[in-house]
């Protein structure tokens, strides 16, 4: 599916931000692992079978809402799904399709919908940094636990990239059912990406069917400015 031209392996000044930032240290061994563990297990028949909804009754609440499950999730799904950004980008480039995204002249504009730990913002920091691409990121993102963690997240990252990637990054809390019609018009971005499962940002099937077309919609009227 990916074109690349040599083996490679997770960028070793990732893991290292990561591993500082989850656990203080360069390398976390098992028993650091294990404070993590607990969290995760519990989190995985939630995102598996119940699409991020815990439920309680009649009622349910999305596990984003709880600090320590957002931390479990970010330490875990981070590392394991950010660099798929940078081989779709790149694939884009060798294509020749990055200038549809890209302009050399000025920062791409890029929105974001439903950030998580930051996932994104990371593979796009990384491939930007070699590819000599700049940007400007905003982050809509629906729980405060993730927006504050992928905040904290992004600094650490820029501390490790400075000098070497043009970003500037906003990461706001938002609704995303409500929210984002006004951001669209503010924004006006050149790039919308949505990594999050749709059925995560509206549960109900109803409202997540009229969300999304009336996003399509309005992303068919930016794409023919």
């Known amino acids: 599916m990916h074109f ?3 083996s490679f392996q997770f960028p070793v000044e990732l893991s290292s931000v990561l591993s500082h930032f989850f656990w203080q240290k360069t390398e976390p061994n ?3 692992l294990r404070s993590l563990s607990a969290a995760l297990a519990a989190l995985w028949p939630t995102l598996a079978k119940q699409r991020g909804q815990e439920l309680s009754g009649a009622k349910s609440q999305h596990y984003s ?6 931390r479990a999730y970010g330490a875990y799904y981070l590392p394991a799904n950010l660099m798929k950004v940078p081989l779709f980008l790149e694939e884009l480039r060798c294509f020749g399709l990055a200038p549809l995204l ?3 002249a000025k920062p791409t504009r890029w929105l974001d919908l439903g950030v998580g730990p ?3 913002f990371w593979g796009l920091s990384w491939w930007a940094k070699h590819r000599g691409i700049s940007f400007d990121y905003i982050g809509l993102e629906q729980s405060k636990q993730f ?3 992928a905040s904290e997240l992004a600094i650490s990252l820029q501390n490790e990239l400075k000098n070497r990637v043009s970003a500037k990054a906003q990461f706001l809390n938002a609704d995303l059912v409500k929210g984002v019609s006004a951001e669209l018009a503010r924004i006006d971005p050149k790039v919308v990406s949505l990594m999050n ?8 099937l109803q409202k997540r069917e009229s969300w999304f077309l009336n996003l399509v919609d309005q992303l ?3 794409a023919k400015k």
């Open 4 to 6: 690349v031209r040599r």
């Open 30 to 32: 098992s028993a650091d």
């Open 65 to 70: 809402m709880t600090a320590q499950a957002v």
């Open 102 to 104: 890209f302009d050399q």
């Open 118 to 120: 930051g996932t994104l």
């Open 147 to 149: 927006c504050a963690l």
């Open 197 to 204: 499962c749709i059925a995560e940002i509206a549960p109900d």
């Open 220 to 222: 068919g009227v930016l």
